[in-house]
């Protein structure tokens, strides 16, 4: 009697540290997924029926990844897009896709000195790419997961669970789109971009504001350059600590603003949007409130407007 004590002892769920929880709102979080674990647990013991401890969710093997459960997927290459941000490629089984909806972002688990931790990224790849997928991240120099994030090499397999989250649309649902975004904020945009002009019926228009710290810092320069030829995509880049706009390339000079994002800028860009927007942002939790401010006293409704 004692050794089953011990056994189920040994068996029951670890509650997850905080340093666990990506922060991003997912749904299950790491928190849900431990109580419906614990609850089984629970049961399982009260019954003394170790059986139900094998009642773990039989995932559909059309589906590649789990919102519950992590999947260890193979790096198939790293690409360096700024000295500090890189594109990391996943490799799929052949023909596989994740079937993310727009917008929806992943988790993946780390490893720091015994410490798990869990952060989420959102892939810039389109959602109907097969047999990979990319993430763009940003490495910090005293971040816990760049410091494991630092120690990838091609071939390794990364725990990956999702997806999470997600922006609903169809096309020709909305007259414009205004996406605003600071930083790696440009993530979930990408894919969004890709779903409007690969599909020649959706007659969306499509405004892109981009913010970095200079033009070095811009991402996905060659990406966006050939995106901004379609008719119904313009992009603006705010560049905070540009020095000059003679600094930059002649075909960006026309649409950068130095300085930061305001509401004068915001304002002149809303009075050019040729349908009523619908905005979209995504950045740092400030970036986030300070354009959601801006945007409700240029008296825009919150019905149209959606953060990531």
């Given at each position: 009697?004692?050794?089953n004590?011990?056994?189920?002892?040994?068996?029951?769920?670890?509650?997850?540290t905080?340093?666990?929880?990506?922060?991003?709102?997912?749904?299950?979080?790491?928190?849900?997924?431990y109580?419906a674990?614990?609850?089984?647990?629970?049961?399982?013991?009260?019954r003394?029926?170790?059986?139900?401890?094998?009642?773990?969710?039989?995932?559909n093997?059309?589906?590649?990844?789990?919102?519950?459960?992590?999947?260890?997927?193979?790096?198939?290459?790293?690409e360096?897009?700024?000295?500090?941000?890189?594109?990391?490629?996943?490799?799929?089984?052949?023909g596989?896709s994740?079937?993310?909806?727009?917008?929806?972002?992943?988790?993946?688990?780390?490893?720091?000195?015994?410490?798990?931790?869990q952060?989420?990224?959102?892939?810039?790849?389109?959602?109907?790419?097969?047999g990979?997928?990319?993430?763009?991240?940003?490495v910090?120099?005293?971040?816990?997961?760049?410091?494991?994030i630092?120690?990838?090499?091609?071939?390794d397999?990364?725990?990956?669970?999702?997806?999470?989250?997600?922006?609903l649309?169809?096309?020709?649902?909305?007259?414009?789109?205004?996406?605003?975004?600071?930083?790696?904020?440009?993530?979930?945009?990408?894919?969004?971009?890709?779903?409007?002009?690969?599909?020649e019926?959706d007659?969306?228009?499509i405004?892109?504001?981009?913010?970095?710290r200079?033009?070095?810092?811009?991402y996905?320069?060659?990406f966006?350059?050939?995106?901004?030829?379609?008719?119904?995509?313009?992009?603006?880049?705010?560049?905070?600590q540009?020095?000059?706009?003679?600094?930059?390339p002649m075909?960006?000079?026309e649409?950068?603003?130095?300085?930061?994002?305001d509401s004068v800028?915001?304002?002149?860009?809303?009075?050019?949007?040729?349908?009523?927007?619908y905005?979209l942002?995504?950045?740092s939790?400030s970036?986030?409130?300070?354009?959601?401010?801006?945007?409700?006293?240029?008296?825009?409704?919150n019905?149209?407007?959606?953060?990531?």
């Amino acid at each position: 009697m004692n050794n089953n004590k011990h056994d189920w002892m040994s068996q029951k769920p670890v509650e997850p540290t905080s340093a666990q929880c990506c922060g991003s709102g997912c749904s299950p979080c790491i928190y849900d997924l431990y109580q419906a674990e614990l609850e089984l647990w629970e049961k399982a013991k009260e019954r003394d029926d170790p059986n139900l401890l094998r009642k773990i969710k039989v995932e559909n093997h059309n589906v590649l990844l789990s919102s519950d459960t992590f999947t260890e997927l193979k790096l198939y290459s790293v690409e360096q897009e700024t000295d500090d941000t890189s594109r990391y490629r996943f490799q799929l089984p052949s023909g596989a896709s994740l079937g993310l909806k727009l917008g929806q972002h992943l988790v993946v688990r780390g490893i720091i000195n015994g410490v798990e931790i869990q952060r989420a990224y959102t892939p810039i790849s389109s959602i109907d790419v097969n047999g990979h997928f990319e993430v763009l991240v940003k490495v910090y120099e005293h971040g816990l997961m760049s410091q494991y994030i630092k120690c990838w090499r091609q071939g390794d397999r990364i725990a990956w669970r999702g997806p999470f989250g997600g922006f609903l649309y169809k096309p020709n649902k909305h007259g414009e789109l205004l996406l605003l975004c600071s930083g790696t904020g440009i993530a979930p945009m990408l894919p969004i971009l890709t779903h409007v002009t690969d599909n020649e019926e959706d007659e969306t228009f499509i405004t892109l504001v981009v913010c970095a710290r200079n033009f070095q810092n811009v991402y996905m320069k060659n990406f966006l350059k050939e995106q901004s030829r379609y008719w119904n995509v313009r992009i603006f880049y705010v560049l905070s600590q540009e020095q000059s706009l003679e600094n930059l390339p002649m075909s960006y000079k026309e649409n950068s603003k130095l300085g930061r994002i305001d509401s004068v800028f915001l304002a002149k860009v809303l009075e050019t949007c040729r349908r009523k927007p619908y905005t979209l942002i995504c950045g740092s939790v400030s970036f986030i409130e300070d354009i959601t401010h801006m945007l409700k006293q240029l008296k825009q409704e919150n019905t149209s407007i959606f953060s990531f």
